[in-house]
C-alpha cells in the first residue's frame, strides 16, 4: 500500500488523484498505525517548516516516519516534505527537522536573485542524474513554489535547478527521495516519477 501522510500541511487531493492514475493502493494515512502497514510512503507538504515539525511531533508521526524510514522501504518527501527530510532549517529561526539527509535547509541568496521574483515559482527545468525517479526522463520541466532550497552532498543531490544560482531540486540517499517541485502539479513530467516512485 502506498500511504500519503495527512500532517495538516499538505494538497494532499492533488497528490492522491495523481498517484491514483496508477495504483489503487493508495490511502490517505494520519496515524503510527496505519504507517506501519505501508510499503510506500508520501511526505507532501506546504507552509512554514516550523509549523510542519511541531504537526509531526504532537501527532506522534514524526517517530513513525523515522521508523518507517529505517525499514528501508521507499519514502518520497515533496516540496516541504523533501525540506522536512533534512536536519534543520533556518526558516524562521533554527528548527531541527527529520535528519534523514545529511544538510540543511536556508532561504534564496538574495544577492544572486535580486533581480528575480521570491518565492520561486513557475516552471523550471531540472539537470539530473541517472536515478530510478528519472527513468523515461530528461531534463524535466516541472512546477515550483518555495522561497528556501536544500543544501546538502553533491552524492545525494540527483537533480539541480538554476534561479539566479544553481541549487540542489531532487535528492535520495538509499531508499530516501526528495523533490523540491510538485510532481502533482506537473503534468506528464510529474506524474512519470510519481509512477516510477510507485513502481520501485
Do not use: R
Not at 505501508?38 to 516550523?50: F, H, Q, R, W
Not at 524535466?140 to 518555495?146: A, E, R
Not at 535520495?172 to 510538485?182: D, L, R, W
Amino acid at each position: 500500500m502506498l500511504g500519503i501522510i495527512d500532517y495538516n500541511m499538505g494538497n494532499l487531493a492533488s497528490v492522491y488523484n495523481a498517484c491514483s492514475k496508477f495504483t489503487k493502493d493508495v490511502k490517505i494515512v494520519n496515524n503510527p498505525e496505519d504507517i506501519e502497514k505501508c510499503d510506500k510512503l508520501i511526505l507532501p507538504g506546504v507552509g512554514a517548516y516550523k509549523d510542519a515539525m511541531e504537526h509531526l511531533e504532537k501527532s506522534g508521526l514524526k517517530d513513525a516516519i523515522l521508523k518507517f524510514a529505517k525499514s528501508g522501504k521507499p519514502l518520497l518527501g515533496i516540496c516541504l516534505g523533501m525540506q522536512l527530510l533534512f536536519e534543520s532549517s533556518e526558516e524562521f529561526g533554527f528548527t531541527k527537522g527529520l535528519g534523514l539527509i545529511e544538510g540543511k535547509v536556508v532561504a534564496f541568496d538574495k544577492n544572486k536573485t535580486k533581480e528575480l521574483k521570491i518565492p520561486h515559482m513557475g516552471w523550471n527545468s531540472m539537470e539530473n542524474k541517472n536515478n530510478p525517479l528519472f527513468a523515461g526522463l530528461n531534463k524535466p520541466y516541472l512546477y515550483f513554489v518555495h522561497s528556501f532550497h536544500a543544501i546538502t552532498k553533491d552524492e545525494y543531490s540527483i537533480a539541480k535547478t538554476t534561479y539566479g544560482y544553481t541549487f540542489t531540486s531532487a535528492v535520495n540517499k538509499e531508499n530516501i527521495f526528495g523533490f523540491q517541485p510538485h510532481p502533482e502539479k506537473s503534468h506528464n513530467n510529474g506524474l512519470k516519477i510519481l509512477e516510477n516512485f510507485i513502481n520501485l
